[in-house]
């Protein structure tokens, strides 16, 4: 099956985000004949830096540069979409708060079906798109179908596709007239950044990372003699904020920090994706968990199936003898 297909850009400060390289590879894997174009929205000099890099790796960039444009508002970009898109578009969106925002409406107004919070891809089958998501907090792939005679949105979940390589030399094609007259009743107001904290966790290589598995406050200690004997860094999962064991600034995933560590070690962490979706860079993940289904060992390079209390000591004595 022959298809235009379309991928949604994030950006901020004039740079593409991270789930460019993953979207460019869902749309390879999805249809790998086809060339998939990047819808790059915004407004001002930072949005043609990022047409600039995105054409790096797609071979065509389409550039909508309007003010209305310049805070990504579902609202405004839906009818824009729905106007430029060719009739049978596959659009993928990042599976974001604007993708989750923007995807279903506009599958309605195209007449096309929706398939939400994409993990794989199992081919398509005539008209059938067969997609892979995750059920019951990943512990369940459910394998489903759409009929995508009339087109596709599909929204990819953040950290399921390894990032494509740059290879292509793009064109950059302006399309911003297109875009000019957009008028929505809902209006930008502010960003407001994830508060600063004691350490910049987005900076650090090696993280150690400890989840609601730890079970107790006093057991953090635990987890500090780890990381000192590691050299490493600790953060956490939003429980562990939520529960006021440390502050707001260790915490990693959608509504915490984006974090590229080299190494990434999740104690007692089971995996959900709003945690590994603030896991950025393709880090080497070791997962401690006592629950051998748990979701995180999907993502980790090495699992351990152990209780954290027992095997932490050990752990820390073991590498404070090695340094
Ligand atoms: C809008 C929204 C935004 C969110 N944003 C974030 C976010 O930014 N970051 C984030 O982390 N979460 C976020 N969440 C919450 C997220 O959905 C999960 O609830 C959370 O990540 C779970 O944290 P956890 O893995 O520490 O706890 P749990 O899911 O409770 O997992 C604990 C794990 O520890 C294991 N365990 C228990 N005892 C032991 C033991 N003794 N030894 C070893 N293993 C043990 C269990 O088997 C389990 O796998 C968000 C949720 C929503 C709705």
Same mark, same amino acid.
Request: glycine letters at 10%.
């Given at each position: 099956?022959?298809?235009?297909?379309?991928?949604l850009?994030?950006?901020?400060?004039?740079?593409?985000d991270?789930?460019?390289?993953?979207?460019?590879?869902?749309?390879?894997?999805?249809?790998?004949?086809?060339?998939?174009?990047a819808?790059? !929205?915004?407004?001002?000099? %930072?949005?043609?830096?990022?047409?600039?890099?995105? @054409? =790096?790796?797609? *071979?065509e &960039?389409?550039? /909508?540069?309007?003010?209305?444009?310049?805070?990504?508002?579902?609202?405004?970009?839906?009818?824009?979409?729905?106007?430029?898109?060719?009739?049978?578009?596959?659009?993928?969106?990042p599976?974001?708060? !604007?993708g989750?925002?923007? %995807?279903?409406?506009?599958?309605?107004?195209?007449? @096309? =079906?929706?398939? *939400?919070? &994409?993990?794989? /891809?199992?081919?398509?089958?005539?008209?059938?798109?067969?997609?892979?998501?995750?059920?019951?907090?990943?512990?369940?792939?459910?394998?489903?179908?759409?009929?995508?005679?009339?087109?596709?949105?599909?929204?990819?979940?953040?950290?399921?596709?390894?990032?494509?390589?740059p290879?292509?030399?793009?064109?950059?094609?302006?399309?911003?007239?297109?875009?000019?007259?957009?008028?929505?009743?809902?209006?930008?107001?502010?960003?407001?950044?994830?508060?600063?904290?004691?350490?910049?966790?987005?900076?650090?290589?090696?993280?150690?990372?400890?989840?609601?598995?730890?079970?107790?406050?006093?057991?953090?200690?635990?987890?500090?003699?780890?990381?000192?004997?590691?050299?490493?860094?600790?953060?956490?999962?939003?429980?562990?904020?939520?529960?006021?064991?440390?502050e707001?600034?260790r915490?990693?995933?959608?509504?915490?920090?984006t974090?590229?560590?080299?190494?990434?070690?999740?104690?007692?962490?089971?995996?959900?994706?709003?945690?590994?979706?603030?896991?950025?860079?393709?880090?080497?993940?070791?997962?401690?968990?006592?629950?051998?289904?748990?979701?995180?060992?999907?993502?980790?390079?090495?699992?351990?199936?152990?209780?954290?209390?027992?095997?932490?000591?050990?752990?820390?004595?073991?590498?404070?003898?090695?340094?």
């Amino acid at each position: 099956m022959a298809a235009n297909v379309f991928a949604l850009i994030a950006h901020a400060a004039g740079k593409a985000d991270d789930s460019a390289l993953e979207l460019l590879s869902a749309a390879k894997s999805l249809f790998p004949e086809a060339a998939p174009t990047a819808l790059v !929205l915004g407004s001002g000099p %930072g949005l043609k830096a990022v047409a600039q890099e995105v @054409a =790096a790796s797609f *071979p065509e &960039v389409w550039s /909508f540069d309007q003010e209305t444009l310049a805070y990504p508002n579902a609202e405004l970009i839906r009818p824009l979409l729905v106007k430029v898109l060719p009739a049978g578009s596959i659009v993928i969106l990042p599976h974001s708060t !604007l993708g989750i925002d923007l %995807g279903p409406g506009l599958s309605v107004k195209l007449g @096309a =079906a929706y398939l *939400p919070d &994409v993990v794989g /891809f199992d081919g398509v089958e005539g008209t059938q798109l067969k997609v892979v998501r995750q059920e019951f907090a990943g512990q369940v792939s459910a394998h489903v179908q759409g009929d995508v005679s009339k087109g596709a949105v599909v929204t990819v979940r953040s950290g399921a596709f390894a990032p494509a390589s740059p290879s292509a030399v793009g064109t950059v094609i302006d399309k911003s007239p297109e875009a000019a007259g957009l008028s929505a009743r809902r209006r930008f107001v502010e960003v407001v950044q994830a508060e600063a904290g004691d350490v910049d966790i987005t900076r650090e290589e090696v993280l150690v990372a400890v989840g609601r598995g730890i079970g107790e406050q006093d057991n953090l200690s635990l987890v500090d003699d780890l990381a000192e004997a590691m050299g490493a860094t600790v953060c956490c999962s939003r429980p562990i904020v939520d529960a006021k064991w440390l502050e707001k600034g260790r915490q990693v995933g959608t509504s915490g920090q984006t974090v590229k560590p080299k190494i990434y070690l999740a104690l007692g962490i089971s995996g959900a994706f709003q945690h590994l979706g603030g896991l950025k860079g393709s880090p080497f993940i070791v997962a401690v968990n006592k629950n051998p289904k748990a979701p995180i060992f999907q993502a980790a390079q090495v699992g351990v199936v152990a209780d954290l209390v027992e095997l932490l000591p050990e752990l820390t004595e073991q590498i404070q003898k090695a340094r």
